[in-house]
């Protein structure tokens, strides 16, 4: 089906990939695992004839299919014999912004049709693009081939990306990072049309950090670290005796061993206090929505609280009423006694030191021309007065203490890896020596281990300042088990709040027994 | 679609206010301008009394607003006004001007777009490569000669120097279609800046479009170059081109007063100078009105196709 034989990559004489080698069969899954830099993506494109500019490739990729080999060695490589199917991580990238979804899909079908007489290409084309369309789940075809990319949900949009590697014939498609980011209905979703295509008999690659998704769907996991494969074999085996410290370290990792209640400082003081708060969002002229209501919400110093719910049930727009970044709202914030400002340009110094926010993009946060200390040290010289210099001392302080070096912190962003760059963003909150501490999916995007390190700094930083309230805004639920309390958010609205072995192990509320009960992704049929 | 339908809608009213606005402006600002056309038919005669006579004559005596709602009902009616020193109707001198107007504007966009386009895309695909070089540097330098210069200089080489084509469309009254000649000049001036601004915008937008991971995507599943680039990539990097293009068209439409005057072509901008150099107000405000509708029009057209080029965006009234 699919066959990567000793295939090494280099850049500027470094190797990504190197003597990297395994098999795609017909109708399996066949997992690539690993954290991110290990190659796996490369390792992935490479089976679509993909190398990153300037890389000298040697080794083979072979795609084959009813005995037909075409193979690729080295140099810039073009397309394989065999037509391999693509599924990214964020399916609407793929598709062309400004023209209807049936444009590519006609594309691709039209060489497909190219021996039948003129007359009758077109509808022999539309009849293969409706068929691919049915065999992807996709209801509704003729309607849906007019519109627009982004006039579709998330599911359908997949389900197009789908429909094209079944229309192009593919026997192997390559899955990058497809449920990293999303939350468990989706991420179920996704398995589920997965396991589908593996049905059908086709070879699937995933690439995947996410081992939940990899232990329901995988027959076969290979697992990579700095661009070699340190272990592989079947999903069972690697699981129930990893023969790797590596693989042992990554399937720990998953566990969670940390826990913010090791702290212990935890008091009744609430710092926030959040009474009838109603945000809204304008929509161009017409009347705001409400997008969220929470009538009564206390954070208390030293606690974690853990906001959980599906993309778009109002997480984020909670913490940005908090920081001052969303001021369209009714009802109070209270910062220990006093009421917040809603606009973030009305609130005194002291009140921007008490509420800091560190974002889920960290890269976005920094300016990528300026060293990364320098911009951490910024926020003690701006919120809290102190001189540059001692500022800047404080900084390579807190910088060290969250296991970033100086020679390290030196650098400009462009130097540091998302991990490290996230730690920097949270030293740069620190420094504010803020009452509270906002945390906007931190996590998500980040790879097991790395997702862990960062859990376990962050506890212990909470646990020595004593009194720090932390808000983890998460649709990760492992990471919201280590709060002390979680909350859940549904379309706007906080269906259950409480202690987290409360909330996560008997939830009372429907919504969050459906959150909870799909944290584990369903098994394959 | 019901949501493009009542953009255009609200558009097209305020479209109508914003040339009934214009029209005020252009009113008010003509009547505060020392002098009027009694004062220039009085010629080298400025006698008091002779003026004021022309004055009563051309009834420029009665109150400024009552002429402009004499003239606004007719224009209702279809009917522009008269000149004030020709006695001509308005609608002739309109008329008359917009053809070689249209017709330069026209020629210059037939040649701008497939130009402009194409060399945005050729310099997008081989970016920082020789062809894109040369065609930023090139396009940069051209941009920045004002069209006047350009066209002292090439009517210098051109028509002077070389003597290949006419100065100017001196003697050719409104049909210039049948001395193509004299058009070549004109053309070359009114599209030199257009098609720099063009090519910038488009290759810009390219080279977005072609790192996209959509393009790669078309690519990847064996869709041919070129149609890759043109039907995928190019509509979502024609969005801010169209724009420009727009302004560019209106700016041709409404009198491009320099490069008309420059080589004496007889249309709309010939007439702009004219008439405000007589004080002929009616003509003034019947252009400010063409102008208006015009202007209205063609950013609403190009506010449409971006809208069709970029459907995420939606449409802001």
């Known amino acids: 089906m699919a066959e990567v034989l000793d295939l090494r990559v280099e850049i500027d004489g470094r190797a990504i990939v190197d003597g990297v080698g395994f098999r795609v069969l017909p109708g399996r899954v066949t997992a690539l695992v690993g954290a991110s830099g290990s190659g796996k993506t490369t390792t992935g494109l490479a089976l679509l004839g993909e ?99 982004h006039q579709l949900s998330g599911g359908q949009q997949q389900r197009v990306v789908l429909a094209q590697a079944l229309l192009l014939g593919s026997r192997v498609v390559v899955a990058d990072e497809p449920t990293t980011g999303q939350d468990n209905p989706t991420k179920r979703r996704v398995v589920e049309q997965l396991a589908a295509l593996a049905r059908r008999g086709i070879g699937v690659v995933l690439l995947s950090h996410d081992l939940d998704v990899v232990r329901a769907l995988a027959d ?24 790797h410290p590596w693989t042992r370290e990554l399937l720990d990792a998953e566990g969670g061993s940390t826990s913010f209640d090791g ?127 001692e500022a800047g001392r404080e900084a390579v302080k807190v910088l060290a203490r969250l296991g970033l070096p100086e020679d390290l912190v030196r650098r400009r962003p462009g130097g540091l890896s998302g991990g490290e760059l996230q730690r920097a963003a949270l030293a740069r909150a620190l420094l504010a020596r803020p009452r509270v501490l906002l945390c906007d999916e931190i996590t998500s995007g980040l790879d097991a281990v790395t997702r862990r390190d960062i859990l376990e700094t962050l506890t212990e930083v909470v646990g020595e300042l004593g009194d720090l309230a932390l808000v983890l805004i998460t649709h990760d639920l492992a990471t919201a ?14 269906v259950e709040e409480g202690p987290a072995l409360e909330v996560l192990h008997s939830p009372r509320h429907p919504f969050t027994r459906s959150l909870v009960g799909t944290a584990e992704p369903a098994a394959r049929p | ?40 038919l009085a010629g080298d005669q400025p006698d008091p009394a002779r003026i004021e006579a022309i004055r009563t004559a051309m009834e420029l005596d009665r109150p400024a607003w009552e002429r402009l709602v004499d003239w606004a009902a007719g224009l209702l009616r279809g009917d522009f006004g008269t000149s004030l020193t020709s006695g001509r109707p308005v609608a002739q001198y309109l008329t008359g001007a917009f053809g070689p107007t249209l017709l330069l504007a026209a020629l210059t966009v037939a040649l701008l777009v497939p130009t402009g386009v194409g060399l945005g895309v050729l310099a997008a695909r081989y970016e920082g490569r020789l062809v894109d070089r040369l065609t930023s540097s090139v396009t940069l330098a051209v941009y920045a000669v004002p069209e006047f210069a350009l066209g002292v200089l090439l009517v210098t080489v051109f028509a002077l120097r070389l003597g290949w084509l006419p100065p100017t469309a001196v003697g ?62 190019l509509p979502h990097a024609l969005a801010p081109a169209v724009q420009q293009l727009a302004r560019t068209i209106d700016w041709l439409l409404c009198g491009v007063v320099v490069v008309e005057t420059l080589f004496v072509v007889p249309g ?24 208006g509708v015009v202007t209205v029009v063609l950013n609403l057209g190009a506010d449409v196709i971006a809208h069709r080029l970029a459907p995420r965006a939606g449409v802001a009234a």
């Open chain 1, 51 to 149: 190398y990153p500019g300037g890389a000298r490739v040697s080794g083979e990729v072979r795609v084959t299919a009813g005995g037909a080999v075409g193979r690729t060695t080295g140099g810039p490589v073009g397309r394989t014999g065999e037509p391999v199917g693509y599924v990214p991580q964020h399916p609407a990238s793929v598709l062309a912004p400004a023209r209807r979804v049936d444009a590519l899909l006609m594309d691709i079908a039209r060489p497909l049709v190219r021996h039948l007489p003129r007359g009758k290409r077109r509808a022999a084309a539309r009849e293969l693009v409706v068929r691919a369309l049915a065999d992807a789940q996709l209801e509704d075809a003729e309607a849906l081939l007019r519109r627009y990319p």
């Open chain 1, 220 to 243: 076969e996991v290979v697992v990579m670290r700095a661009g070699r494969v340190v272990e592989s074999g079947p999903v069972e085996r690697v699981w129930a005796a990893p023969r």
């Open chain 2, 268 to 291: 709309l901008g010939t007439v702009l100078l004219g008439a405000v150099g007589e004080r002929d107000v009616p003509v003034v405000q019947g252009l400010a009105v063409v102008f």
């Open chain 1, 263 to 389: 702290g212990g400082a935890r008091s009744r003081r609430p710092v926030v206090r959040v009474r009838g708060l109603a945000a809204r969002y304008r929509d161009g002229s017409r009347s705001a929505s409400v997008v969220l209501r929470v009538p009564a919400l206390d954070v208390h110093a030293g606690e974690c609280l853990a906001v959980v719910g599906r993309s778009g049930s109002g997480k984020t727009t909670l913490a940005r009423c908090l920081a001052g970044l969303h001021r369209d709202f009714e009802g109070d914030v209270r910062l220990d006694d006093t009421v917040l400002p809603r606009s973030l340009r009305r609130r005194t110094r002291e009140q921007l030191a008490g509420v800091q926010y560190v974002f889920q993009d960290a890269h976005a946060s920094f300016d990528e021309h300026r060293p990364v200390v320098q911009q951490v040290a910024r926020t003690a010289v701006r919120l809290r007065a102190v001189d540059a210099q």
């Open chain 1, 481 to 494: 088990a280590l709060a002390h309390r979680v909350a859940v958010l549904d379309a706007g609205e906080v």
């Open chain 2, 172 to 233: 050719h009254g409104t049909d210039l279609l049948a001395h193509p000649g004299v058009l070549v000049l004109p053309v070359l001036v009114l599209l030199a800046r257009p098609v720099c601004s063009l090519v910038r915008l488009v290759r810009a937008g390219m080279i977005d479009a072609l790192a996209s991971p959509y393009v790669a995507h078309a690519l990847r599943y064996g869709v041919s170059g070129a149609r890759v680039r043109y039907l995928h990539a």
């Open chain 2, 1 to 40: 679609m019901s949501g493009l339908r009542s953009f255009v809608a609200r558009r097209l009213l305020l479209g109508v206010a914003q040339v009934v606005a214009v029209v005020l402006l252009v009113f008010a600002l003509t009547e505060a301008l020392p002098g009027d056309a009694a004062v220039v």
